[in-house]
């Protein structure tokens, strides 16, 4: 993104429109005190899953300290308890450790490799299930 209006257009096409047509979308991610914020994490709808996607992301000062598990976890739960989704899917890079030991923290398991339509990389998919 170049400008401010870069950046308001991304939001609405990208995140906005996600609550319109689903419902959920990415959540900001913010520090207790100072109310600052430290990144996203929420859910995603993508035409080549069946089911959400859950996605994170931190700022690189916030990396490492258990700020996406947390923010992970209350996503999780708000999608199983409120929204009623029973499945999440979740896409990663193959070079993506961290990310891929927070998955698997988080009880998803691999599925294979996609690759995100029309022509995009190819991803490792994770899926969980909710409980009961």
Known sequence: MRSHLDAERYIERTIWSQYEAHGYGMYVVEAPTPR??????????????????????????????????????????????????ARLYAIVNAGNRRSIALLERLHFRH????????????????VRDAPG
């Open 36 to 85: 600052v914020p430290m990144g996203l994490c929420g859910l995603v709808k993508r035409d080549f899953l069946e089911s959400p996607d859950l996605g994170f992301a931190l700022f690189p000062e916030w990396v490492g300290k258990g700020y996406a598990a947390e923010a992970a976890h209350a996503v999780i739960a708000h999608a199983a308890d409120r929204l009623g989704i």
């Open 111 to 126: 599925e294979g490799r996609c690759v995100i339509p029309p022509a995009g990389p190819e991803v490792e998919r994770y």
